[in-house]
């Protein structure tokens, strides 16, 4: 089985990983190829990543794939599935993925789509946090003091969420694009929008597509029989499964 994972991030989406790479012979990427996608509008680099997913569940080179080495966490992923002989799940979870998701089901019917929800205050905190470059102070000031000197734009953030000019929020050239855009017209206020946005369209497609695409609220993920559930979803039988509720605490603790 294929496997594409869903959310908004911060919502989970290594908790997933790690449940379904507790599975036998199985990998599942963390945002695997931010590089050459947007949010909407590349479906050819999303559509080739099924192809060479489904080709290498059919016993072709696990080599035969196109990774974005320049992220640790997928280079090592890379790595271990270049040592797996056989695998019966392969997949990546990212939230650039819900615009494509009809696409992907019309093109494979052996993909499932899990898609996180966490509550939207803890969400929206999170990326606010996460979105911040996290300078020291004596960092920050330094940083202040030299871009008086150069003339350059001073940023403490980064804002995925809106158009900018990189004058307040330190442009990415990586994930701007990987984001749909909001007015806010505060970063907080458009990090709301992108959270109501995105389950929006969740609850679209699980509408459309009700025996392949789920919703899962993050705190069931931990649950043991809510786990069997969502592994014989991913198409992994009963016996096979790996509770994985160990390894998901440790994810959360680091």
């Given at each position: 089985m294929i496997i594409i994972g869903l959310g908004t991030g911060r919502s989970g989406t290594a908790s997933l990983a790690n449940l379904l790479n507790s599975q036998t012979d199985a990998l599942c990427f963390h945002e695997m190829n931010?590089?050459?996608?947007?949010?909407?509008?590349?479906?050819r680099p999303i559509l080739n990543t099924i192809d060479e997913y489904q080709a290498i569940l059919d016993g072709g080179d696990s080599a035969m794939l196109t990774v974005?080495?320049?992220?640790?966490?997928a280079a090592k992923a890379y790595d271990e599935l270049c040592k797996m002989p056989h695998l019966n799940l392969i997949g990546d979870i990212a939230f650039y993925y819900l615009t494509y998701v009809e696409k992907?089901?019309?093109?494979?019917?052996?993909?499932?789509?899990i898609c996180l929800k966490r509550d939207r205050s803890k969400t929206v905190q999170s990326?606010?946090?996460?979105?911040?470059?996290?300078?020291?102070?004596?960092k920050r000031l330094g940083d202040r003091i030299s871009s008086l000197i150069v003339r350059e734009a001073y940023h403490e953030s980064r804002n995925f969420?809106?158009?900018?000019?990189?004058?307040?929020?330190?442009?990415?050239?990586?994930?701007?694009?990987?984001?749909?855009?909001?007015?806010?017209?505060?970063?907080q206020e458009a990090i709301e929008q992108y959270w109501d946005y995105y389950y929006e369209q969740s609850e679209v497609l699980a509408k459309k597509l009700p025996n392949v695409f789920r919703i899962v609220e993050t705190e069931q993920i931990n649950i043991?029989?809510?786990?069997?559930d969502l592994l014989s979803f991913c198409g992994v039988a009963p016996e096979?499964?790996?509770?994985a509720d160990?390894?998901?605490h440790k994810s959360k603790a680091k």
């Amino acid at each position: 089985m294929i496997i594409i994972g869903l959310g908004t991030g911060r919502s989970g989406t290594a908790s997933l990983a790690n449940l379904l790479n507790s599975q036998t012979d199985a990998l599942c990427f963390h945002e695997m190829n931010p590089s050459c996608v947007k949010f909407a509008g590349t479906p050819r680099p999303i559509l080739n990543t099924i192809d060479e997913y489904q080709a290498i569940l059919d016993g072709g080179d696990s080599a035969m794939l196109t990774v974005d080495l320049s992220r640790g966490v997928a280079a090592k992923a890379y790595d271990e599935l270049c040592k797996m002989p056989h695998l019966n799940l392969i997949g990546d979870i990212a939230f650039y993925y819900l615009t494509y998701v009809e696409k992907i089901a019309a093109h494979n019917s052996n993909v499932r789509f899990i898609c996180l929800k966490r509550d939207r205050s803890k969400t929206v905190q999170s990326w606010i946090r996460q979105a911040s470059l996290g300078k020291w102070p004596s960092k920050r000031l330094g940083d202040r003091i030299s871009s008086l000197i150069v003339r350059e734009a001073y940023h403490e953030s980064r804002n995925f969420w809106m158009e900018h000019d990189g004058s307040v929020w330190q442009p990415d050239p990586v994930w701007d694009k990987c984001f749909p855009k909001f007015p806010g017209p505060t970063m907080q206020e458009a990090i709301e929008q992108y959270w109501d946005y995105y389950y929006e369209q969740s609850e679209v497609l699980a509408k459309k597509l009700p025996n392949v695409f789920r919703i899962v609220e993050t705190e069931q993920i931990n649950i043991p029989e809510f786990q069997s559930d969502l592994l014989s979803f991913c198409g992994v039988a009963p016996e096979n499964q790996i509770n994985a509720d160990a390894h998901i605490h440790k994810s959360k603790a680091k």
